[in-house]
């Protein structure tokens, strides 16, 4: 029987997505608030504020209340939870869900505790947390309850998240804050420095999904780039080809397969065994970051692959996870005095 008062949240840096039992993925939309700055009150929240970003007058912010996978701005969070709570279950103030939230395998006690109030606030009847490569993974389709390894990669906005898991458990894990934000902030510093033009985010997201590439391409694609000349001040176009978006993106691709390495280094090697076997699993939007794979691929010597809709893993993965809600809420009590 599936009960509507559950609600898993994949409360990502660069999206929210909401998954109510019975029903499936209800809501997909940016993780972005836009605030009067005189009067403080929300003007647009979602994919209506992802369009003010960078386009905005001086009284109207456009903000991102989550950084790097973690809270930024509790007040904001709070709110922009709240709003898609109730766009997601309705409108009654009395209707109070139960929700299990995602969090990065690397975050503190103290971002837990944020989460965690956060949620309640914005309405929810109990909060539970579950750590994203757990979720990712059961959102892949992988069976992570045997004691087989599973080696799993989740490329989010904030952190990128690996992690080796046996028995329903992670066994290692590293969480890096170098994900698809950090793609982005790479190619807006690479346009300055070689281009000498400046863009924003979501011309620099733009590229990164059209012509961004992780591992040589057969044949080079371009974008025509457009932004405002540093030196003259005025609008310029640049024709950008993907065999430098490679070189742009080298560095935080770098430090995603460093942290890949290290969590292999730290694995059992009876674990190590059954990861060579089955391969390792991308999810997360940075999964569709063109040859990430091949280039994963070539520094451990595994067989990598691209689980399917592996922007909507970690949702799923919640949403199936919420079939334990009723055991994990006999153990709230214990569970929220470890983390308060």
Known sequence: MAFKDEVGIDL???????????????????????????????LAV???????????PANIIAVRPLKDGVISDYDITERMLKYFIRKSCGGSRFFKPRIMICVPSGVTEVEKRAVIEAATQAGGKSVFLMEEPVAAAIGAGLDITGPDGKMVIDIGGGTSDVA??????????????VAGDSLDDAIIKYMRKEHKLFIG?????????????????????????KGRDLVTGLPKSVDVGSDEMLEALDEPLQIICEAVHQVLENTPPELAADISTTGIVITGGGALLDGIDKRIKKRTGIDVYIAD????????????????LGALESRQGNQRKQIL
């Open 12 to 42: 990502g840096t660069a999206n929210v997505l909401v998954y109510i039992k019975g029903k499936g993925i209800v809501l997909n939309e940016p993780s972005v608030v836009a605030i009067s700055d005189d009067t403080n009150e929300i």
């Open 46 to 56: 979602g994919e209506e504020a992802r369009k003010m970003l960078g386009r905005t």
């Open 164 to 177: 080796v898991i046996s028995l329903g458990t992670i066994v290692t894990s590293q969480s890096v804050k």
């Open 201 to 225: 985010e979501r011309t620099a997201e733009q590229m990164k999904m059209t012509v961004g590439t992780a591992f040589p391409r057969e044949q080079q694609v371009f974008y025509a780039c």
């Open 309 to 324: 809709e592996p922007k909507n893993c970690v949702a799923i993965g919640t949403g199936k996870a919420l079939n334990s």
